[in-house]
Structures are given as structure tokens and as C-alpha cells.
């Protein structure tokens, strides 16, 4: 009777001791088969998760403008005096919804598209009409209806870490626009990363609409729509002065107007825009120098309305949701010839509008994703916790009755 309690109690300990370790078995064995799955469904091609997200967005792009008026056009045309700013707006449109165009997979390894800028205006999500009267400087900055590309990026197929990864941009790795690793396409476009994130990585992603590649830093965890984040921000120093940062030397091409290369948080990209004298910077010159900020009047830059940032799934390197937000200004100089900049004092940065693109997951796709990625992780992780927990306390449960029944027979 004492041997088959106390072999019961054992065989108990020894059943719960098979789980604790299965349970924790389970832990590599499993990340490896759930990393496995992933790496096949992250692969952008015909019939994956990846290519599905890829080919046309999983949620409604819009694109909202808000529109500097000048309030007092007098005095600046007449005196040169500071200009006093109104934004107006938003003034929003529906972008990204068409597929990605004249898609073509390349024998090494690589995937080449177009990328359709089509916008459709939203009068319901917008202040005002498109017919509204603005002051402003006289720029045209946007042409609906045209494509940007061709894009060539590598599908993942033969290197995971590569995947939509920009192999070339319009034929070329370079851009022809600045000097040494600046004029670098580095990264994706943003829309998604290769796969398995880590918090000190650091993005890299190259954007059209400012003419360079950018990068973004850890902020920290993000929950939507039940799906856990990593955000990462476009940081200040991406926007420093090379004084502050040296990496940033080749951004600055004209040495009078950035005050020997002194002046942060403005880029001169007249070079992609044919010429003319346009400035890229955040809205509001958020993290721009002060004298930059104090040309106008009417601005208050903060960082959660006006910085860039990039949600990021960690497991598939997919964008659930984003927003990307950028000012279009043109620089002003003296000009006695010109009536309208004869008054004009000292150069300076002249706002035009600020646009934010954003986006985030829509409910169909999300769920689908819930379902088919994260819900996996998830519930093998409940499992392994479930197995180790109840296996550790069956063990401990019997092998401290074992030695209870052994103690009380010795007495």
C-alpha cells in the first residue's frame, strides 16, 4: 500500500516535471516554427500575407492639407514686414487607395512597381472647399494624377533581413541631389520592414515628397485594435544642423542662407523640385533653429501634432498605422527688381501649408491579422506559461506529498 501511494507520488512529480519542461521546450521549438511561418509569409510574393498588405493598403490613406494665410499682406508687400500666418484647414483627400501599378518580378530576387498618386478630395472631412481664397506665395507643389517611381525592391525570397528593402529608385541607387551618403535610397518606403524588429533598430525609409532618405528611433509600445506596436519616431537630430551633427554635413548645399551650415530643422531641396527655391521642414518648424521660427509670426510647433512616426507589427515588420508630416515652405530673398520681394529685408523661409499623411489598419485586415499572425504568437505563449506553471506546481505538489508520506513512515 506504501509503495504504490509513494510510486503514485513520484510518477505525479515526474508527469508534472515532462510538462515544466515541455513547456519550456516549447519556448525555441516553437518561436522557431512560428519564425518559420513568418519568414514564408513575409516574403513579398503572389499568395502571402506580406504581398496582400504590399500590393495596396490595408487601411484608408488620407492626406490632410492646412494652408498658411497671410494676414497681413500690406505690410509685408509694403513695408517687408514679418508675415502674420493663419493656418487653414485641414483640407483632406483619400490617397494610396489604387493598387501599385506595372508590377514585374525580377529574376534576382528583386520586384519592380509604380506607385499611382491619385488624390480624391473628402469635402465631409474637411474645413472649407476646395474653391477657398488663400494669401499666399504662389507655388504649385503638387500635380494629381502622376505616378512616382519606378520602385525595385527586394522580395525577401533569398535574404529575409532584405525584404522591401529599396534595391533602386528611377533606375538608380543615387539620387543625384547631394553629396556623399545622403544622396543614398536607403531602407523601405516605409509601408513595411524586414521582419523581426528589435526596439534598437533603427529604421531607415526613403521618401519622394522630401527628396532623401530618413530614419526612425524606438518611442515605445503602441496598442491597435488588439495588436501590439513598436512606435518609432523621425527624431531631431534627423533635421540637426551639421554643427550638431555631422552626418548631416552633405544636407547643406548653400552655405549663406543655413548661416555656415548653423540653422536646424530646414532642407533646401530646390534641386528635385527643377530648380525652384523649396524648403522641407516639420509642420510649425518643429525642431528648427529659433531664427528660423522668428522670421514669421503665428506658428506653435508641438511634437504630438507635428512629428512623424511610424507603428511597426515587430513580428511581420508591417506599418498598421503612421502618420507623416512634413512643411512645404519657399525661401524669400531680397529682390529690388521684383515689386512684390523689392521690400524684402534679409532672406528667409516663407510657410506655405503643412500636410499629415496618415493611416491605420482598417477592421477587416486587422482582424485577419489578429488571426492569422498575432493570435498564433499568443496563444503559443499561453500554452508554454499554461504547461511550465502546471507542470512546476504538479512537481512540487507531489514531490512535497512523497516527502510528507516517507517522513510520517519513518516516525
Not at 83 to 111: A, H, M, W
Not at 326 to 348: D, F, H, M, R
Amino acid at each position: 500500500m506504501g509503495c504504490n501511494r509513494n510510486c503514485g507520488l513520484l510518477t505525479g512529480a515526474v508527469i508534472g516535471a515532462v510538462l515544466a519542461i515541455f513547456g519550456g521546450v516549447l519556448i525555441p521549438v516553437g518561436d522557431k516554427l512560428i519564425g518559420k511561418a513568418i519568414k514564408k509569409d513575409a516574403v513579398i510574393a503572389n499568395g502571402t500575407i506580406a504581398f496582400e498588405n504590399w500590393l495596396v493598403p490595408g487601411s484608408t490613406v488620407y492626406r490632410q492639407f492646412w494652408v498658411f494665410d497671410v494676414q497681413n499682406p500690406s505690410e509685408v508687400l509694403d513695408k517687408g514686414a514679418r508675415p502674420r500666418l493663419e493656418q487653414r484647414g485641414p483640407y483632406t483627400y483619400r490617397v494610396r487607395y489604387l493598387p501599385k501599378e506595372n508590377i514585374t518580378e525580377n529574376s534576382d530576387g528583386t520586384i519592380s512597381y509604380m506607385l499611382p498618386n491619385i488624390a480624391h478630395f473628402e469635402p465631409d472631412m474637411s474645413v472649407g472647399t476646395e474653391n477657398d481664397t488663400i494669401t499666399c506665395l504662389n507655388l504649385a507643389v503638387v500635380y494629381n494624377g502622376t505616378f512616382d517611381g519606378p520602385y525595385k525592391v527586394y522580395t525577401g525570397k533569398e535574404d529575409i533581413k532584405k525584404t522591401a528593402i529599396i534595391e533602386s529608385y528611377k533606375n538608380k541607387r543615387n539620387l543625384s541631389y547631394w553629396e556623399g551618403h545622403c544622396d543614398l535610397v536607403n531602407g523601405t518606403d516605409g509601408a513595411s520592414f524586414p521582419p523581426f524588429v528589435k526596439k534598437d533598430q533603427i529604421l531607415r525609409f526613403f521618401s519622394s515628397d522630401i527628396c532623401r532618405s530618413i530614419y526612425g528611433v524606438f518611442q515605445g509600445k503602441q496598442d491597435v485594435k488588439g495588436i501590439s506596436l513598436y512606435r518609432f519616431t523621425v527624431p531631431r537630430e534627423a533635421f540637426a544642423s551639421p554643427a550638431e551633427v555631422k552626418d548631416n554635413y552633405c544636407f547643406c548645399t548653400d552655405e549663406v542662407i543655413s548661416k555656415n551650415c548653423t540653422i536646424a530643422g530646414v532642407l533646401d531641396i530646390s534641386a528635385c523640385k527643377a530648380g525652384k527655391p523649396v524648403f522641407i521642414s516639420l509642420p510649425h518648424f518643429l525642431h528648427a533653429s529659433d531664427s528660423v521660427l522668428n522670421d514669421v509670426e503665428g506658428l506653435s510647433p508641438n511634437e504630438k501634432e507635428h512629428e512623424t512616426f511610424l507603428d511597426v507589427e515587430p513580428i511581420t515588420g508591417f506599418t498598421l498605422q503612421f502618420a507623416k508630416r512634413l512643411q512645404v515652405n519657399l525661401l524669400v530673398k531680397p529682390a529690388p527688381k521684383i515689386e512684390a520681394l523689392s521690400k524684402v529685408k534679409k532672406p528667409y523661409v516663407f510657410p506655405l501649408l503643412w500636410l499629415n499623411e496618415s493611416a491605420v489598419i482598417g477592421d477587416a485586415k486587422a482582424e485577419m491579422f489578429r488571426n492569422k499572425v498575432t493570435g498564433r504568437v499568443q496563444m503559443l505563449s499561453v500554452l508554454q506559461m499554461v504547461l511550465m506553471i502546471a507542470g512546476s506546481v504538479l512537481f512540487l505538489a507531489f514531490m512535497g506529498s512523497y516527502f510528507i508520506c516517507r517522513s510520517k513512515k519513518l516516525k
